[in-house]
Nanobody, 115 residues
Framework: QVQLVESGGGLVQAGGSLRLSCAAS????????MGWYRQAPGKQRELVAT???????VYAHSVKGRFTISRDNAKNTVYLQMNSLKPEDTAVYYC?????????WGQGTQVTVSS
């Protein structure tokens, strides 16, 4: 069973930066894609960024140019570097993994950006 554990969330002022980490364990070789979704209060969960095991990336339009997703295969960890943060980035960020037709989710980490 794949387990995903996020870390790195917190409170930051607008314009600041945070780096999220997600460590995966169990069933590692079944994972093809990892990434991040987020859910703000009163809104649906949305894709932020994904990365395949080959390094191909996809970003939401709202974060492109500000966020960077990366992956350390040796550590089974995916990262999200978030720069130039805006109050509208405030949300719970969830680590995501996909492989062999299954979706896996982390518990989520809170990111709050103050004005």
């Amino acid at each position: 069973q794949v387990q995903l554990v996020e870390s790195g969330g917190g409170l930051v002022q607008a314009g600041g930066s945070l780096r999220l980490s997600c460590a995966a364990s169990g069933g590692i070789f079944s994972i093809n894609t990892m990434g991040w979704y987020r859910q703000a209060p009163g809104k649906q969960r949305e894709l932020v960024a994904t990365i395949t095991n080959g390094g191909s990336t996809v970003y939401a339009h709202s974060v492109k140019g500000r966020f960077t997703i990366s992956r350390d295969n040796a550590k089974n960890t995916v990262y999200l570097q978030m720069n130039s943060l805006k109050p509208e980035d405030t949300a719970v960020y969830y680590c995501y993994a996909y492989g062999l037709g299954y979706n896996y989710w982390g518990q989520g980490t809170q990111v709050t950006v103050s004005s």
